[in-house]
């Protein structure tokens, strides 16, 4: 199984524009259409409720979302099996229970606290990255401020347009890899 994490970025490294969460109103039409397509070939999604609540998912019969909180009981009205969960099982439990059950493919769509969580865990193999050319100066980070030491490997990378939009994958090194 494959665990992807995906966010769109500024050259700045900004996820949101000035802590606005509406992304699709800087993001390129090219990574909107990008990530609809990965959106719509993925079962398996996992957010954070800070990436949950100001644009709830409506759950559908194509895919399973993961809401993860601290607090699932204030959900539990909008819990539908096998369609959208809220927990508060750890990101470690999560991939296990996805794994054990065959699955393909888990995309992890955000926000910076639930990628800090994965990425801490080791538990992400890749991160699709859209760079955007485009400064914002104030926003939020695809990680929170905690020391890490992560290491990448590029696999691909093509531009998405005339402006520049950049579409990365990159591959999470792990184990004997870091040694190479
Ligand atoms: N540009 C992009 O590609 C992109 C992608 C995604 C999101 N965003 C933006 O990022 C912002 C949200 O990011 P965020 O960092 O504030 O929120 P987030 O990571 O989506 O969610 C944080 C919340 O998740 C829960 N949580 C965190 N770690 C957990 C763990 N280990 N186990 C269980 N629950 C856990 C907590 O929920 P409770 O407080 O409920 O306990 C925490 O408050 C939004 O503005 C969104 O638009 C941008």
């Not at 393909?104 to 699709?128: C, M, N």
Request: with cysteine.
């Amino acid at each position: 199984m494959k665990t992807i994490l995906i966010f769109v970025s500024t050259l700045d490294g900004k996820i949101t524009k000035w802590g606005d969460s509406k992304v699709r109103s800087w993001s390129s039409k090219n990574d909107q259409d990008y990530f609809d397509s990965v959106w719509n070939d993925t079962r398996i999604i996992i957010m954070g409720s800070g990436t949950y609540n100001p644009d709830p998912v409506k759950p559908d019969s194509r895919h399973h979302f993961i809401v993860m909180t601290g607090n699932p009981e204030k959900y539990r009205s909008r819990d539908e099996p096998g369609r959208i969960e809220f927990t508060s099982q750890s990101p470690f439990s999560i991939v296990s229970r996805f794994e054990r059950e065959g699955e393909e493919r888990l995309l992890i769509v955000g926000g910076a606290h639930i990628a800090t969580s994965f990425l801490k865990d080791e538990l992400i193999d890749e991160l699709w990255l859209t760079l955007e050319p485009k400064i914002f100066g104030i926003g939020a980070n695809f990680v929170i401020k905690e020391k890490l030491d992560i290491r990448l490997k590029l696999i691909s990378c093509t531009t998405a347009n005339q402006q520049g939009t950049l579409m990365m994958k990159y591959r999470v090194l792990h184990g004997e890899e870091l040694l190479r």
